[in-house]
């Protein structure tokens, strides 16, 4: 069996295996979680939430991001990510994750998007240790639950002070965990991530650490989570409209998923994003999604752009019955 498949720790949560799913803002909302949940995640991460945003009482955000439903914790906890790099704010938004249901807090000081780190957030944390101690320390006073943070290697090409951070964080800040993607803010998503600087970081860290970065396929990952020693690995844009990736990675699985198995999981997508929004803002959030499924299926662009064409729920449920019928080009 897989050691993939093993649980174990964090922060006194029992993670029942060692494959997560990854914070993926405007993605990462309650039914994704869920739909990695049934395909084995053994623990799932929430999307981005601004903590300013649930400082300053913003609807959209407490009613819809900062949302945890029962049915995902049945196999695995649920953590909610936030962000902000003010201490008093995030242990006020801590607290309300923790009253919304989450079961752990992570904390984002990877983001290198320039809106978000101009606010002293994400990645931009990483150039002020001090107060990235405070922004841990205060999440978990206002939670009481497990805080994890996760960051990157380091801001700009060739710097490592994420590492030393990360380090900081569990002497100082007493983090359940961290999540390591080893690469730059300044490389964003491209390139090789330094899965040797991962190594090394999960030899000298006290707490468990989640690797993320360039998990694709299974076999790749099983070989970095045996070479690099690390607690977990996190799938990010490999399981985006492939939640099988889950289940193979667990060595639940071999083949790829049918046709028909394709179909049925995007007609399900669609169900769950009309009762998280309504069929009307549902048919244009989709629209970000269809994409990942239709080229799983090797369908032509003209029904790629058919999808992004199509404005309501009930053209788009046409398009997907369609998809049943066809044959791979
Ligand atoms: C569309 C998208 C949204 C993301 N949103 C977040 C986020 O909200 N919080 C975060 O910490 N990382 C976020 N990330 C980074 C991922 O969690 C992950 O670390 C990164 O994609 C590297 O993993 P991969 O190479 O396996 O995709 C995002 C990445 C993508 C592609």
Same mark, same amino acid.
Request: charged fraction near 25%.
């Given at each position: 069996?897989?050691?993939?498949?093993?649980?174990?720790?964090?922060?006194?949560?029992?993670?029942?295996?060692?494959?997560?799913?990854?914070?993926?803002?405007?993605?990462?909302?309650?039914?994704?979680?869920?739909?990695?949940?049934?395909?084995?995640?053994?623990?799932?991460?929430?999307?981005?939430? &601004?903590?300013?945003?649930?400082?300053? *009482?913003?609807?959209?955000?407490?009613?819809?991001?900062?949302?945890?439903?029962?049915?995902?914790?049945? &196999?695995?906890? #649920?953590?909610?990510? +936030?962000?902000?790099?003010?201490?008093?704010?995030?242990?006020?938004?801590?607290?309300? @994750?923790?009253?919304?249901?989450?079961?752990?807090?992570?904390?984002?000081?990877?983001?290198?998007?320039?809106?978000?780190?101009?606010?002293?957030?994400?990645?931009?944390?990483?150039?002020?240790?001090?107060?990235?101690?405070?922004? @841990?320390? @205060?999440?978990?006073?206002?939670?009481?639950?497990?805080?994890?943070?996760?960051?990157?290697?380091?801001?700009?090409? *060739?710097?490592?002070?994420?590492f030393?951070?990360a380090?900081?964080?569990?002497?100082?800040? *007493?983090?359940?965990?961290?999540?390591f993607?080893?690469?730059?803010?300044?490389?964003?998503?491209?390139?090789?991530?330094?899965?040797?600087l991962a190594?090394q970081l999960a030899d000298q860290l006290?707490?468990?650490l #989640?690797? &993320?970065?360039?998990?694709?396929?299974?076999?790749?990952?099983?070989?970095?989570?045996?070479?690099?020693?690390?607690?977990?690995?996190? +799938?990010?844009?490999?399981?985006?409209?492939?939640?099988?990736?889950?289940?193979?990675?667990?060595?639940?699985?071999?083949?790829?998923? &049918?046709?028909?198995?394709?179909?049925?999981?995007?007609?399900?997508?669609?169900?769950?994003?009309?009762?998280?929004?309504?069929?009307?803002?549902?048919?244009?959030?989709?629209?970000?999604?269809?994409?990942?499924?239709?080229?799983?299926?090797?369908?032509?662009?003209?029904?790629?752009?058919?999808?992004?064409?199509?404005?309501?729920?009930?053209?788009?449920? #046409?398009?997907?019955?369609?998809?049943?019928?066809?044959?791979?080009?």
């Amino acid at each position: 069996m897989s050691r993939l498949r093993e649980p174990w720790e964090l922060g006194g949560l029992t993670i029942p295996n060692r494959v997560v799913l990854a914070p993926l803002a405007g993605i990462g909302n309650w039914f994704v979680r869920l739909q990695a949940k049934r395909y084995g995640a053994g623990l799932a991460i929430s999307e981005m939430v &601004s903590s300013h945003a649930i400082h300053y *009482g913003n609807r959209k955000t407490l009613d819809e991001l900062l949302v945890v439903r029962p049915e995902e914790k049945q &196999s695995g906890p #649920v953590a909610i990510q +936030l962000f902000g790099g003010d201490p008093d704010i995030m242990r006020e938004g801590a607290a309300a @994750a923790a009253q919304a249901g989450a079961d752990a807090i992570d904390i984002n000081m990877g983001c290198p998007v320039p809106k978000v780190c101009r606010t002293g957030a994400g990645a931009a944390l990483l150039a002020d240790p001090d107060r990235a101690v405070a922004v @841990a320390r @205060a999440a978990a006073e206002g939670s009481r639950l497990p805080v994890t943070v996760k960051l990157r290697a380091g801001r700009r090409i *060739g710097q490592t002070e994420g590492f030393d951070l990360a380090l900081r964080l569990a002497d100082e800040a *007493g983090v359940a965990g961290i999540t390591f993607h080893p690469r730059s803010a300044q490389v964003r998503h491209k390139g090789r991530p330094d899965y040797e600087l991962a190594a090394q970081l999960a030899d000298q860290l006290p707490v468990p650490l #989640v690797l &993320s970065g360039g998990m694709n396929d299974a076999e790749h990952i099983e070989r970095v989570f045996e070479e690099t020693g690390v607690a977990a690995v996190m +799938l990010a844009r490999g399981c985006l409209g492939n939640p099988w990736l889950f289940e193979q990675t667990l060595g639940l699985r071999l083949q790829e998923p &049918s046709r028909e198995e394709i179909v049925d999981e995007l007609a399900w997508v669609v169900d769950r994003a009309v009762e998280h929004l309504g069929a009307v803002r549902a048919a244009r959030y989709l629209k970000k999604f269809y994409p990942w499924y239709v080229t799983r299926l090797q369908e032509t662009s003209t029904i790629q752009d058919a999808f992004q064409r199509a404005e309501t729920i009930d053209e788009q449920r #046409v398009l997907i019955d369609g998809l049943r019928q066809l044959q791979p080009a």
